[in-house]
């Protein structure tokens, strides 16, 4: 079992920034793929980026350019940087780790408003 906490969201401006933590449980964390996922209201939980064990990283279109995710193994610790946020990156944003096939884990969220 892992156990994720994120924390790090908050109220802010367009064009500011944001960095979430996720800190998890698990021994082995370097061997987990890790997630941001973020669901607005009305809408699907989406991807917004991705790092394997391997710190292979991957991007939704909407965070490209943008968005920064990194992994410290020694701290059990996944981040999100967000750089210029707009309206539209309003969400409650959630931590997300797998082993090797989908995302089997997950944190309780963390609200990101961001005001124009």
């Known amino acids: 079992q892992v156990q994720l906490v994120e924390s790090g969201g908050g109220l802010v401006q367009a064009g500011s920034s944001l960095r979430l933590s996720c800190v998890a449980s698990?021994?082995?964390?370097?061997?987990?793929?890790m997630g941001w996922f973020r669901q607005a209201p009305g809408k699907q939980r989406e991807l917004v980026a991705g790092i394997s064990r391997g710190d292979t990283t991957n991007y939704a279109d909407s965070g490209k350019g943008r968005f920064t995710i990194s992994r410290d193994n020694a701290k059990n610790t996944v981040y999100l940087r967000m750089n210029s946020l707009k309206p539209e990156d309003t969400a409650v944003y959630y931590c997300a780790a797998r082993w090797l096939k989908g995302y089997e884990y997950w944190g309780q969220g963390t609200q990101v408003t961001v005001s124009s």
């Open positions: 698990a021994r082995t964390f370097s061997s987990l793929g």
